[in-house]
């Protein structure tokens, strides 16, 4: 929960190419990295389990707003670092 809370969050981000194919998605999720594509699902929405007042089982969903979002471990791939920027700026949701 403190990570929906947090005004920065650093995140791995080594696949950057919103065009890339399936198979590239589901390489970086075989090797434990994010893809562009995973970010909004990552951060925007997440789903929790509480207990309200009556001590009853609750579903709540919390929204991540951070000021900033620190990606590290780009991949070499995308060099210079201006694609780089030119691939996260396409593929992040526009907000």
Same mark, same amino acid.
């Given at each position: ?55 009853? #089982? ?22 210079? #670092? ?14």
């Amino acid at each position: 929960q403190q990570l929906f809370r947090a005004e920065v969050i650093l995140c791995e981000l080594t696949f950057l190419d919103s065009s890339e194919d399936s198979a590239r998605k589901s390489l970086a999720e075989k090797r434990g990295h994010i893809h562009i594509c995973d970010v909004e699902q990552i951060f925007v929405c997440t789903e929790q389990s509480i207990d309200d007042a009556e001590g009853q #089982a609750k579903t709540i969903s919390i929204i991540s707003n951070p000021k900033y979002i620190v990606f590290y471990h780009l991949s070499g791939r995308y060099t210079p #670092a201006t694609r780089a920027l030119d691939c996260i700026a396409e593929g992040l949701p526009r907000q």
